[in-house]
C-alpha cells in the first residue's frame, strides 16, 4: 500500500514538475517562457482516493524578454464606444428587469429552423446567467422576415409597446428590453429604443455581458475583448450608411482601429505560446481527451465525476466555462490523461463571436479523444447535438486543424443527465451517464481508455524483470507503470504491468531482452 502510494507521488510529482512553475521551452529556432497556474495549489499536497485531484489554466502570460509591454484592456474612451455600441456595463451593478421578446419567422423560405419556444427558453436562459437580470416577461412574435429595415412592422409594434405599457401601468418595473435576434442593426435598434423609450439589446451584446463577467484568465479577457470588436464595427457602418444622427466619431474609430490591432497581436502571441504548450504535453506524452457540447450540457461536471476532482465547480449559467482547463484523471489500467474542459457552443450566435473562442477550440479538436457531451434531458438536445456537429466540421475546414486529423473520427457521443429521463425514453445509440449520481462513469472510463490505446498506439503489458534491475527505472522513466509485484515463480524477479507505445516496447526489447527480461 505504502509503496503503491509512493509510486503514485513520483508519478504525480513528474507531472506537477512538468507542468507547474516557470518553464522554457526549446522547440527548433522558437524559445519562449511560460507560466501554468494551478487554481488549487493546496491539493497537490497529498493524493486520495483513485484520481489525483489536478488542475492547471494556461494563463497566458507570455514572457516579452526586454520589457516590451503588456496591452492594457482598461480604457475610458473605449468604454464609452462599447457602451453606446451595445449598451454592456464594466462592471454588473445595477439591476436590470428584462422584457424579452423572440422574433421568429412562421411561415416561407426563410422560416426559422429552431422551434420558437426552445430559443425563447433560450434567451431567458442567457438572462438568467446573469445575477442581476430577471426575466419580468417573454414574448413570441411572428415575422414575414427577420431582415426588415424596422423588424416590426406598425401593427406589430404598437402590439408590443401596448403590451409593455400594460406592465409598466400594472407596476412592473422594465428596465430593458432583450430582442432575441443575433444581432440588430444600428438603425432597428435606435427605432425600437425611441418607441420603447427603454435600452435594446440583442443576442450578441447580451452574450458579450456574460463572458465579459466569466472572463477569468487574461487570454479569455483578450477574446472578449476581441469578439466586441467587429459588432462595434458593424454598427459604425450603420451609421455611415444612414447618414442620421452621429454616434461615433472619426477619433472613436481611429481609436478602435489601434486597438484592434493590439489586441490580434497580443491573440497571436497567446496562439503560439498555446502552440508550445501543446507540442510540450505531445512531448510528454499525455494523452489528451476533450471534452465539448452545448452550453449547460454538463461538460464541467463531467470532469469533475471523471477525476473527481472537488474543486471543479459547475454551474447553471450558459457560458460558465470560457477559460481551456486541463484536468488530471486516471483510466482504470492507471494510465494518466488530461481531461480538457472547453467553452460551450450556442446557436444563433453570431460566427464573429464564436472565431475569438478559436484557438482555445483548436486545441480541443486535436485531442487524441473528443468527448462529446449531450443534455439528453433538453427536449432540444439533437438540434444542440448536430449544430456542435455542423460547427466543430466547419472549424475544422476553417483552421489549420484539417491537415493533422482530417476527419473528426475520434468522437465519443456522451448522453449526460440521464437521471432526470424517464427510463422509456433512453437513447440507445450512445453512452449514458449522470455526472451527478455517476451512473455510467465506469463503464465511461473503460470507453476512453479503449480508444485512447487504440488513437495512441499502446498496449497494456506485463513484463518480468529482474529485481533491482534498470529495466524497472527504464520502464517508469518510458512508460506508465500501473502495477509491480513480486513473481511467484521466481524470487529474483518482479512483473511489471504498464502501459507502453509500440516503438517504446521495440525500444525495451533491444535494450533489454537480451539480458533476460520477458
Ligand atoms: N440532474 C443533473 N444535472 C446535471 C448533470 N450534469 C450537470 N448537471 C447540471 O447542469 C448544469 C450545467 O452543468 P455544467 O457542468 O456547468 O455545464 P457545462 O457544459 O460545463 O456548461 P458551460 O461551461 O456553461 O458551457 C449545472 O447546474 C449542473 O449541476 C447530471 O448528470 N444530472
Ligand atoms: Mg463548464
Redo the contacts with the bound molecule.
Keep these: 500500500m505504502a509503496t503503491s502510494l509512493m509510486r503514485r507521488c513520483f508519478r504525480g510529482a513528474l507531472i506537477r514538475g512538468a507542468l507547474m512553475g516557470r518553464t522554457t521551452v526549446k522547440l527548433g529556432s522558437i524559445s519562449a517562457s511560460f507560466r501554468c497556474k494551478y487554481t488549487d495549489a493546496n491539493k497537490f499536497k497529498g493524493f486520495k482516493g483513485k484520481h489525483k485531484p489536478m488542475v492547471f489554466v494556461d494563463d497566458g502570460e507570455v514572457d516579452r524578454g526586454n520589457g516590451s509591454e503588456r496591452f492594457d484592456l482598461e480604457d475610458a474612451e473605449y468604454d464609452a464606444v462599447v457602451n453606446s455600441a451595445m449598451h454592456v456595463q464594466k462592471r454588473l451593478q445595477n439591476e436590470q428587469h428584462v422584457l424579452v421578446i423572440q422574433p421568429y419567422v412562421k411561415w416561407g423560405p426563410k422560416k426559422s429552423g429552431s422551434q420558437p419556444e426552445h430559443q425563447l427558453q433560450e434567451a431567458e436562459a442567457l438572462v438568467r446567467s446573469l445575477p442581476k437580470w430577471r426575466v419580468e416577461y417573454s414574448l413570441k412574435v411572428p415575422l414575414e422576415s427577420l431582415e426588415k429595415k424596422q423588424l416590426f412592422g406598425a401593427g406589430k409594434l404598437e402590439e408590443i409597446k401596448a403590451i409593455l405599457s400594460d406592465l409598466q401601468t400594472s407596476g412592473k418595473l422594465i428596465t430593458c428590453v432583450f430582442i432575441s435576434k443575433g444581432t440588430l442593426t444600428l438603425g432597428q435598434k435606435q427605432l425600437l429604443e425611441q418607441h420603447f423609450k427603454l435600452p435594446v439589446m440583442d443576442r450578441y451584446s447580451v452574450v458579450i455581458q456574460i463572458l465579459r463577467l466569466h472572463a477569468i484568465s487574461t487570454e479569455a479577457k483578450l477574446q472578449v475583448a476581441m469578439a466586441e470588436i467587429p459588432y462595434i464595427w458593424s454598427q459604425m457602418k450603420d451609421q455611415d450608411a444612414s447618414k442620421g444622427r452621429v454616434y461615433f466619431t472619426e477619433s472613436q474609430k481611429q481609436m478602435l482601429r489601434l486597438r484592434e490591432r493590439k489586441l490580434k497581436n497580443e491573440l497571436a502571441t497567446i496562439r503560439s505560446h498555446r502552440e508550445l504548450l501543446r507540442n510540450k504535453r505531445k512531448q510528454k506524452a499525455y494523452p489528451i481527451v476533450a471534452v465539448v457540447?452545448?452550453?449547460?450540457?454538463?461538460?464541467?461536471?463531467?470532469i469533475?465525476a471523471l477525476t473527481e476532482e472537488k474543486s471543479l465547480e459547475?454551474?447553471?449559467?450558459?457560458?460558465?466555462?470560457l477559460d481551456v482547463t486541463a484536468h488530471a484523471g486516471l483510466l482504470p489500467c492507471k494510465l494518466e490523461v488530461l481531461f480538457m474542459?472547453t467553452?460551450?457552443f450556442m446557436a444563433d450566435i453570431p460566427t464573429g463571436l464564436i472565431e475569438c473562442f478559436v484557438a482555445t477550440l483548436e486545441d480541443a479538436m486535436l485531442a487524441d479523444v473528443i468527448v462529446h457531451?449531450q443534455?439528453v434531458?433538453h427536449e432540444n438536445f439533437l438540434e444542440q447535438k448536430k449544430h456542435v456537429e455542423t460547427t466543430l466540421s466547419s472549424l475544422l475546414k476553417t483552421t489549420g486543424v484539417a491537415s493533422s486529423h482530417p476527419k473528426l473520427d475520434n468522437v465519443i457521443n456522451v448522453g449526460?443527465?440521464?437521471?432526470?429521463l424517464p427510463t422509456t425514453e433512453k437513447p440507445t445509440d450512445m453512452h449514458l451517464?449522470?455526472?451527478?449520481?455517476l451512473h455510467g462513469i465506469n463503464e465511461l472510463l473503460q470507453e476512453i481508455e479503449r480508444q485512447i490505446l487504440q488513437v495512441t498506439g499502446r498496449q497494456k503489458i506485463i513484463i518480468r524483470v529482474p529485481m533491482g534491475g534498470s529495466e524497472v527505472a527504464w520502464l517508469y522513466k518510458n512508460a506508465a507503470v500501473t502495477e509491480t509485484a513480486a513473481d511467484p515463480k521466481d524470487s529474483q524477479r518482479m512483473l511489471v504491468s504498464a502501459v507502453i507505445t509500440e516503438a517504446k516496447l521495440q525500444q525495451f526489447r533491444h535494450q533489454f531482452v537480451r539480458n533476460g527480461a520477458r
Excluded: R
Aim: no cysteine.
Design positions: 457540447g452545448y452550453t449547460n450540457a454538463g461538460k464541467t461536471s463531467l469533475k459547475p454551474k447553471d449559467q450558459l457560458f460558465a466555462t474542459d467553452v460551450g457531451v443534455d434531458s449526460n443527465k440521464v437521471d432526470l451517464v449522470s455526472s451527478k449520481t
